[in-house]
RNA sequence: GCGCCCGUAGCUCAACCGGAUAGAGCAUCGGCCUUCUAAGCCGAGGGUUGCAGGUUCAAGUCCUGCCGGGCGCACCA
């Protein structure tokens, strides 16, 4: 990274303050102070359209429903009542039924833009009352590969740790993996009757998906392997050594696979994140104890139950959340409720995410509920189920192969790299093919990552080759060209020019480019409570526009010095704009590309 | 049957607790490289936001009812 020299005058400032939350405090002030309504919305949002100003205030209209008054009237005196101690806004104009339009004035943004420059993480400042909060995503099944549609939660998971952790939280990174369901004896029962020993086996744990096959065929078509399976299933859970090792060797070797595509992803999953299903097995007889402790549980054919009257199946019939089998044994529910317990009392968390399938939002209530019920969760937890839609293929179910098996999540990434390559040594010849390499390795993954991350979580999304690996528009690579353009223009700056401070704004795209890249914070802050990767990248997709537009219309390098100097800081401002989010994304610049 | 989610341009998606004239990308057509990386920029066409009501100064957004799609609903996770 290049060091940034410090303006020279000693009159920087930092503003820990974004601006629209600095605006809305002061129209807010306003507002309720000219309707007399304590805690009046001002609902200051970013201009709708360039004409209309920087940010407009459309809580006027609302309060002056409730008070009685005229909204432009009151919107006229919200104005007159202003107190703006920063000098930010250069006029504030009341607009059409009561809106009230802002514009800023260029100095305090360029003040602002100074004290991002003397001292970039000022950018984001972290949030005034830092939380401790879980996030629990990935969570694969380690019997299988990942395939795609682990690529999701992953991802998501993952962008919203970066996010809370920028804004000073503690995080605390969950991976609840799947590591002790009924598939698990056969795999080991499969792994015995290879010969634990063996090449063979090692051989054939290189390729998990044809593994797992294997012994699903063996287990179908075999009804002795069958029998030994699900003997080994007991023998796992009842704590058998020899059982264990081997569940163990599998469970090893799954993980390996699952930390080579989190480090190509880039996702800071470790192995100490790992939150196993396994962790919990001794905690589930005594969840059950409690419940009934607590008197919610019901036996009901066999299994033992907690019905709650808010949720009814098939017929109005109540629906029972079963936390143990007849035959004994227990469910994803009854681990959940350890998990949440041990989130709650013994990690004290403040919130705990779930970043899990949308299709698994009646399980999620449930747990929250009996939870809650049962006092397995303070009451002063947020447990959050942070929904994402399913991928879905062509024909508009969920995605699969034509032989009926996902797409493995690391040929997805062969795949994605192969054609960033391609690309790459097409467009720029030059470079040696190492760092050609590295460029392919970073556009492609990242382009897949982007693909995910800037659509809205909730809905389903098609998987197309074409839109996962394109590399044009709203894509990745637009944004790091953008941050290729920047480091190409502040190598070539030289030694002359080491005058890192914005002056003044000659040129319409100048101002733009420098207010957007100030409102990282507000779009940081959106995220962090809303959940909601996309925002993210939609900010970063307009914010690089502007600095593409800005490219285009001012020349840098060319222009007299005092100009010069300012969109050289305004670029690197923009740098420090866009490298900061796209880390947020789990995405790192490129030199060149 | 009940519940949750979704329905926006030909395709894939946006639209910040309801805000002014619904925005991008891809695809199509047309312009811009002897000047800082053309993975770029500028422009054109393309919409009754599934349908019908309702609430509101204001509805893609909230409410009701339909239509269409996805998912879930007792011992899998």
Redesign the pocket.
Known sequence: MSTIPAPRKSTVRLFMENI?DYLSRIVGDALSEAADIAGS?P?V?????P???DY?A?????V??RCCRK?RELAEAVIAGLRDEEDLVASAEV???????IKLRDQALIARGNGVLHDPLSLIPPDSQPRKIVVDHSSP?LAKEMHVGHLRGTVIGDCLSRVLERLGHEVIRQNHV?D????FGMLISYMQDLGEDSSDLQTELEDLETFYRAAKDKFDSDSAFADRARLSVVKLQGGDPEYLSAWQRFIDESSRHCQEIYGRLDVGLTLADLDA?SRYNDDLEGIVRELEEKGLLQE????R?VFLPEF?????????V?V????G?????T?DLAAVRMRSFDFKADRSLYVVD??????FQQVFAVAQAAGMASAEISLEHI?Y??I?GKD???YKTRSGDSVKLADLLDEAVTR?FE??SG??PDLDEDERRL??EN?GITSVKYADL?????????F?W??ML??????A??L??AC??I???LR?QGDDCSVNELTELTQPEERALLLKALQLP??VE?VAREC?P??LC?YL?EL??AF???????????AEPRIRNT?LALASLTEQALKQGLDLLGINT????
């Open positions: 629209k919305d609902n949002i970013t201009a709708s359209r004409e209309f100003g407009q459309n809580g006027v209209m609302a002056a429903g909204p607009a059409g039924p009561g809106f009230i339009n099944n799947g002790w369901g009924t598939q299903e009901s054919d066999g299994a139950c009814k199946g098939k017929d109005g019939e109540p629906l029972p079963i143990q089998k007849s035959d044994g227990y469910l994803y529910s681990t949308a299709r698994q939002s009646l399980h929904a839609g399913t879905m508009g179910r969920p960033a690309l790459v467009k720029n460029i392919a556009v800037s659509k809205n979580r909730m809905s389903d999304y098609v197309d074409s839109t394109s590399f044009e528009g709203n894509t690579p637009y790091l060209y290729t353009r480091k190409s223009l070539k507000e779009i959106i909601y996309n925002l939609n997709y690089s526009g593409m537009r800005f490219y285009e219309a001012c020349p840098v390098l060319k969109r490129l030199e060149r590309m």
